[in-house]
């Protein structure tokens, strides 16, 4: 048994999607309290644990295919340096584990790991092939984790916030849909709602969840529980976060859209001055 291939198929890289949790401490202003910090590190490995049983369940389901698709063929199942069975097992062990102790943290936090567990196998075995339904099933696990989040510290969080989660994962899920329709060789081999997705449909719905992010933030922002009431006045910035994303998104070929938006110096300017103003506006 070589652990590096099993170490791989954790997918350490895909963890920073359960970082979603520290939304919920940082908008009810309970980041900086340090009693909840195990609690948090905790709920975070729990999440880490239970994603990673999900991506082995889906390597060991797509094997096939993973095989002729030219970054996924080197993954150790799909490669077939790991087998299918050690593979079951394996993750098997690491659902076990998360939810013996996703149980102890509290029976809410539990219910959210099996949504987000089950979620994850339903889009698996055939949500990923009805259109639309693959979309709302990504962007629900992105809202799993928030909730999971709001288990972690006991806080209701403000459903304007988790519905621009939803609609961010949405926009997030739509854009990666456009880059494969237009950089993979025969895209409906490698997944099926892709002969379905037209980039004219996806550019509408694109246009249709980019809008329904800025009415949701901006919503939250007009309502938020802070008596400064300055929060609206970030709305232009994440405006600008938007329709900049927006535009590499369209002009973006094959490099990698969010490789592109990650390095884009108009965004991340722009993140890092949203950030900073709303933790300023929010903690003092």
């Not at 909840?36 to 390597?59: E, H, K, Q, R, W």
């Not at 939810?99 to 809410?108: D, P, R, V």
């Not at 490698?190 to 919503?219: E, G, M, P, V």
Request: positive net charge.
């Amino acid at each position: 048994m070589n652990l590096k291939y099993y170490l791989m198929e954790l997918r350490v890289q895909e963890s920073y999607k359960n970082l979603l949790i520290l939304l919920a401490p940082f908008f009810s202003k309970k980041l900086l309290d340090l009693n909840y910090y195990p609690n948090i590190m905790l709920g975070f490995t729990v999440l880490f644990l239970n994603s990673s049983a999900c991506y082995i369940i889906n390597d060991i389901k797509d094997a096939g295919f993973d095989a002729f698709h030219p970054r996924k063929k080197n993954r150790p199942i799909a490669s077939g340096k790991i087998r299918k069975s050690s593979a079951l097992l394996f993750s098997t062990t690491l659902l076990v584990f998360s939810s013996i102790i996703s149980y102890w943290m509290g029976i809410g936090f539990l219910i959210i790991c099996l949504l987000l567990f089950l979620n994850s196998i339903a889009y698996s075995f055939f949500l990923r092939n009805i259109i639309w339904l693959d979309l709302i099933s990504i962007s629900l696990n992105y809202v799993f984790r928030t909730l999971a989040g709001c288990c972690l510290v006991n806080v209701v969080l403000s459903p304007w916030l988790l519905m621009g989660v939803f609609y961010v994962s949405m926009l997030l899920a739509l854009v990666k849909r456009r880059e494969e329709a237009i950089i993979l060789d025969r895209p409906e081999l490698h997944r099926r709602t892709l002969k379905q997705y037209s980039i004219n449909l996806i550019d509408q719905a694109i246009t249709i969840f980019s809008t329904l992010i800025l009415i949701s933030y901006s919503l939250y922002t007009f309502h938020s529980p802070y008596s400064n009431n300055l929060l609206p006045f970030t709305i232009p910035l994440v405006t600008l976060i938007v329709l900049e994303f927006i535009l590499i998104s369209k002009t973006s070929r094959g490099n990698g859209i969010m490789r592109t938006a990650l390095s884009n110096s108009i965004i991340i300017v722009s993140l890092l001055v949203w950030f900073i103003l709303v933790t300023y506006l929010i903690y003092f």
